[in-house]
């Protein structure tokens, strides 16, 4: 904008500077042809006037003076070379009047096809009142082209130092935001895996920033380990009142002993639930952690078929060999083995594990069986905690929960639909690294 503003200007200032140089050297010239011209006794004008400028000699350079007469009793016409005999037309003075000064100006169409400046003026000459008109006609073209030529060369040079300026501008921002670049690259290589802390070594201006973001990754880190250390104590604190119970409840036996047993089993399964949740919300507060997809849904294929040998597991994982999980092993554990042991419990004969990316920062996982299935309304009842459809099949109810909950804290997805296969199919969502 600048530069744009001072072309303008500059070439504002040198039309105006070539255009009065112009007119003023016409005016110039026109008072010496004023005087190198006189009149005879008999009203004849004569003289020879050389105006110093070989223009004036050169036929049809643009360059005319003529000198004719303005009275009757003054006859005669002089001209210079390069008119060669033609007539320059002249505007009236009707259109055109003179000043008080006897002068006047104005344009008119060239001898050879360019556009003059006409400057004229009436002198009388002598006492008998023999009066001349006075022309002098310079080529308002050739100005007009040097103003042209001057804004093309200005043009270019403003162009050139602009073009320099956002060059140099470039690389001076390119230079100081390297910096930056450095700490974007150690804070994914953090994100990532690739490294437990920022570098240091940045400029004074970023190093603070470097410092404050290890100082949150180190206290990140200790919430983790102080959750867990809680996590532990707890677990441990409440393992052996909750045995007790068992085993009280076994010593008592009939109808009481029976619910004992199974309210010190529903406690064990929510203690453990939201022990989990306690830790899985710790872990949501640090730093991301890296788990190689493939290997975790291959070895929990391997348990199920163990644990099923009358059933057809499929795993389809061609697309899941480079997928990284971002979140902590046990997470992705049991979340799937939660989702295959389900399978497992309702499938007639097939269960299908595949595993697909979805976007740049997601993947799927979606497991399918042949068994009967759930229509819409058993779907919203299965995803309550500890709602069971089937009181005969074993558990506690919590399995589908617990899988929500853990989606949930990966700001994750779980779908419920029908399958394919016949069954039931569960689509999870989760995110990934790349």
């Given amino acids: 904008m600048a530069l744009f503003v001072a072309g303008a200007l500059i070439s504002t200032l040198y039309e105006r500077t070539a255009r009065q140089g112009f007119e003023n050297l016409l005016g110039a010239q026109l008072y010496n042809l004023v005087n190198a011209v006189s009149v005879s006794s008999d009203g004849v004008l004569q003289g020879n006037p050389d105006l110093g400028d070989l223009r004036y000699a050169r036929p049809l350079s643009g360059w005319y003076w003529e000198v004719l007469p303005a009275t009757g009793n003054t006859s005669g016409r002089l001209t210079s070379a390069s008119m060669v005999l033609l007539t320059v037309p002249q505007a009236s003075v009707a259109d055109v009047p003179f000043d008080q000064m006897y002068r006047r100006s104005y344009e008119e169409p060239g001898l050879d096809g360019e556009t003059l400046e006409v400057i004229e003026t009436e002198v009388v000459l002598d006492s008998d009142n023999h009066t001349a008109r006075f022309r002098v006609m310079g080529s308002l073209s050739a100005v007009r082209d040097d103003i042209a030529a001057f804004d093309r060369t200005l043009l270019f040079y403003l162009g050139t130092v602009g073009l320099g300026t956002v060059l140099v501008n470039v690389i001076v921002i390119l230079v100081a935001l390297r910096p930056l670049g450095r700490v974007r690259q150690s804070l994914a290589d953090v994100r990532e895996g690739r490294a437990e802390r920022l570098k240091t070594g940045f400029p004074v201006e970023i190093e603070p920033l470097a410092i404050e973001m290890n100082a949150l990754i180190d206290n990140n880190r200790r919430i983790v380990e102080r959750s867990r250390t809680q996590v532990g104590n707890l677990a441990h604190s409440l393992k052996t009142p909750?045995?007790?119970?068992?085993?009280?409840?076994?010593?008592?036996?009939?109808?009481?002993?029976?619910?004992?047993?199974?309210?010190?089993?529903?406690?064990?399964?929510?203690?453990?639930?939201?022990?989990?949740?306690?830790?899985?919300?710790?872990?949501?507060?640090?730093?991301v952690f890296r788990t190689p997809v493939k290997d975790v849904l291959e070895r929990i294929v391997r348990v199920i078929v163990k644990l099923n040998p009358h059933l057809d597991v499929e795993f389809e994982g061609d697309e899941a060999g480079d997928l990284v999980f971002a979140g902590e092993k046990q997470d992705l554990e049991e979340v799937v083995g939660n989702l295959l042991d389900n399978a497992g419990k309702w499938a007639n004969a097939r269960i299908r594990l595949s595993c697909r990316p979805e976007g740049p920062d997601r993947f799927a996982v979606s497991i399918e069986d042949d068994g009967p299935g759930l229509t819409s309304a058993e779907i919203r009842e299965a995803l309550k905690r500890g709602r069971r459809l089937d009181e005969a099949t074993p558990g506690s109810g919590l399995g589908l929960a617990i899988v929500r909950d853990i989606v949930g804290e990966y700001r994750g997805s779980l779908e419920l639909r029908s399958s394919k296969l016949g069954g039931l199919a569960v689509n999870v969502m989760l995110p990934r690294i790349r």
């Fill in 242 to 287: 909750i045995a007790i119970l068992t085993n009280e409840a076994a010593t008592i036996g009939d109808e009481k002993g029976r619910v004992v047993e199974e309210q010190a089993a529903r406690m064990n399964s929510q203690v453990q639930h939201y022990l989990d949740r306690a830790r899985m919300a710790a872990q949501a507060q640090s730093v």
